[in-house]
């Protein structure tokens, strides 16, 4: 719920769930998070309220926050790990491939689609799994999950392996595993099957590694920026970043970061 400029993170990622055509959502909580139903429920005394005074901007804007997608939501019961928590998501999937995305975390891509528009694109042509990948300096990558695979053409790699969080040097390539993931339902049967692993928890990318070697897997490494909005220079940095896309503000905020410089 940490806002960026005027919205909540989980808000972006939910937006871009929806600009990729993706119209059910199930958001996977922890008990005590009851911020985020409230965020994207309807607000009828609220509506009605801005109705009567006549703020037609404000009730159009949270008018169409509730109409973005029908949202579900999940309690996972103990912090297990990532791969609990999508394992949560289950019987929502059910038969079909499912986009799964972290929600604390922006990506803004450079290219006109979203990386996860690409993702689709790439999922609907060839079927299989689809992986964001981002390079990352080797000073940087045991911190994340990691690929190794081969060129497939396109800008698309074919993985065949992912290890979570490896050494750095033992790491076995510079292409880190990057919030957003699209995955066929067998995820699920592999990760009912994964026992618990790096710190201890059930790690969705031990669940993908056993998926890869039976189905196909592909990474596309999107251009653009991933910003973990838990970390706290890069939360800044998102406020200056998306603070510059707006246009009611872009002007003001420019004049301010010259006079700091
Ligand atoms: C999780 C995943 C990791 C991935 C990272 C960034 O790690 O387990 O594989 O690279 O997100 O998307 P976390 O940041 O939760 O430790």
């Known amino acids: 719920m940490i806002p960026v400029v005027d919205k909540p993170t989980i808000q972006y990622v939910v937006e871009e769930a929806v600009e990729a055509g993706i119209e059910e959502i199930l958001i996977v909580v922890s008990s005590g998070k009851d911020a985020i139903k409230d965020h994207f429920r309807t607000h009828a005394e609220l509506e009605a309220l801005l109705d009567k005074k006549g703020k037609t901007d404000a009730l159009e804007c949270i008018q169409a926050l509730s109409g973005l997608a029908r949202i579900q939501y999940a ?11 999508v394992l949560c998501a289950k019987e929502f999937a059910g038969q079909d491939p499912v986009a799964i995305l972290l929600g604390d975390t922006i990506i803004r891509s450079k290219s006109g689609q979203s990386a996860l528009q690409s993702m689709v694109r790439i999922h609907d042509k060839h079927g299989g799994s689809v992986i964001a990948l981002r390079k990352m300096p080797r000073s940087r990558i045991s911190q994340y999950g990691v690929v190794s695979g081969k060129e497939f053409g396109e800008g698309i790699i074919e993985i065949d392996h992912l290890v979570e969080k490896p050494l750095a040097e033992k790491a076995p390539s510079l292409l880190a595993v990057s919030a957003r993931y699209i995955v066929t339902p067998r995820i699920f049967e592999f990760l009912e099957n994964t026992k618990p692993g790096f710190g201890g928890e059930i790690q969705i990318t031990d669940a993908l590694n056993a998926l ?9 490494q999107f251009e653009g920026s991933r910003l973990d909005i838990g970390n706290k220079l890069e939360f800044i940095k998102s406020n200056l970043l998306m603070g510059l896309e707006r246009a009611d503000i872009r002007d003001d905020l420019m004049t301010f970061l010259k006079e700091l410089v």
């Open 75 to 85: 309690n996972q019961l103990e912090m297990k790990g990532l791969g609990d928590a």
């Open 212 to 220: 890869a070697a039976e189905e196909r897997m592909f990474g596309f």
